[in-house]
């Protein structure tokens, strides 16, 4: 646009774009005339200005400047632990690859050696994948694709290490009998609890980061509890009536700690029969006894989490309901519960097979007195 003189100034000013970059603010001039003398002037230095930022642009990028380019660009606006989880791996990144080392030099042998690194620090495939090759492929993927950058052909799915699939472990309903006839009483409501809401061990008993389920938490008016999730983000679950339940007679246990154990005997400043605040590894414990007396034997406390999300989802076959019970922030990641109904579909294909097998079809069944169909000429 030409000039213009915005509303309660003398002076006009001047708004116009070179090459996508917009220019914009005020000649100082109370004549038009003069205004756009000062209006061309600013366009002849504009597109110098234009010029030289695309030099300095496709001017060859460093690992540190092109890192600290992608956060500002993707990485601080990504959901959830998305921001957090970037900024952790832009910065190993940056301290195993240097932070002057030039994109253009990055090479397969280079990638091999960061997947190394990264497997000696004991972690599993997928992390080493989420953490190391994956970050690093975008970042150079966007500076040849909008930054103008040369980079090496990178072969990434040599550097992909193979990721076993996550199993999805429910308990059926004979082993739950069989857990808790041999769980401790005072350790009842607790995996009740994780059965009901799927909430993962570290929401409910407190650790060294994680502080537990505490009275405060709980709003019985708003019928919700606050539980701090993983990646320390806060989040709320609804109080159903079964949690409800459960929960409202714990109260007269404790006035801090929603989950409690009984003392067995009387010592270490404890007394017996009294309630006292469940620990990680107390519930680790009797967790681990209590599954091995049962013959869970490939049961984790984590599979509370799954049996919670397939009964959810067997239940109303809603998966939008297990994505918010879950708290996932991509329904991709809740996506791996679906065989819960497609389970139920093969039952209900073959309850129909059954069905129709046990019928005697008059045309087909000649052994039952039915006369044979003739051939047709």
Same mark, same amino acid.
């Given at each position: 646009m030409s000039v213009y003189k915005p509303a309660k100034s003398p002076y006009y000013a001047y708004d116009f774009q070179i090459r996508g970059v917009r220019f914009t603010g005020s000649t100082g001039c109370t004549g038009k005339r003069d205004a756009e003398k000062f209006e061309k002037t600013r366009k002849e230095e504009g597109r110098l200005e234009v010029k030289a930022l695309a030099t300095q642009e496709s001017a060859p990028l460093n690992f540190a400047t092109a890192a600290a380019r992608y956060y500002l660009q993707i990485g601080q606006h990504l959901k959830g632990d998305g921001a957090k989880n970037c900024q952790w791996s832009i910065n190993w990144l940056e301290r195993e690859i240097g932070s002057a080392t030039l994109?253009?030099?990055?090479?397969? !042998?280079? #990638? @091999?050696?960061?997947?190394?690194?990264?497997?000696?620090? =004991? #972690?599993?495939?997928a992390t080493v994948n989420r953490s190391v090759t994956e970050p690093l492929r975008k970042i150079l993927n966007r500076a040849r694709d909008v930054w103008g +950058?040369?980079?090496?052909?990178?072969?990434?799915?040599l550097h992909m290490l193979q990721e076993p699939k996550e199993r999805v472990r429910e308990m059926s309903q004979s082993e739950e009998f069989a857990l808790f006839d +041999?769980?401790?009483? %005072?350790?009842? =409501? #607790?995996?009740?609890? @994780?059965?009901?809401?799927?909430?993962r061990l570290c929401e409910i008993v407190p650790g060294k980061e994680f502080p537990g389920l505490r009275w405060k %938490?709980?709003?019985w008016a708003g019928q919700k509890i606050s539980v701090m999730g993983k990646g320390r983000v806060l989040a709320t679950i609804p109080i159903s009536a079964g949690i409800r339940e459960l929960l409202f007679p714990l109260q007269a246990n404790h006035d801090e700690f929603v989950f409690t154990y009984v003392a067995q005997r009387s010592n270490g400043g404890r007394v017996r029969g009294?309630?006292?605040?469940?620990?990680? !590894?107390?519930?680790?414990?009797e967790w681990r006894r209590s599954k091995l007396d049962a013959g869970l034997l490939?049961?984790?406390?984590?599979d509370n989490r799954h049996t919670a999300a397939t009964g959810v989802l067997r239940a109303t076959g809603n998966l939008k309901a297990v994505q918010k019970l879950l708290r996932?922030?991509?329904? =991709?990641t809740t996506?791996?519960? =679906?065989?819960?109904?497609?389970? %139920?579909?093969?039952?209900?294909?073959e309850a129909n097979e059954k069905n129709r097998e046990s019928r005697n079809n008059p045309r087909t069944d000649t052994a039952a007195g039915a006369k044979p169909l003739k051939a047709v000429d």
């Open positions: 994109l253009s030099s990055i090479s397969d !042998e280079l #990638v @091999a050696k960061l997947v190394g690194i990264r497997r000696g620090e =004991a #972690v599993k495939n +950058q040369t980079v090496k052909k990178i072969d990434w799915k +041999q769980l401790r009483v %005072d350790y009842h =409501a #607790v995996v009740r609890f @994780a059965l009901l809401s799927g909430c %938490d709980v709003d009294k309630h006292y605040p469940m620990t990680r !590894e107390g519930l680790k414990s490939d049961y984790r406390f984590h996932h922030t991509d329904i =991709a996506a791996k519960y =679906a065989h819960a109904m497609i389970d %139920d579909v093969r039952d209900a294909m």
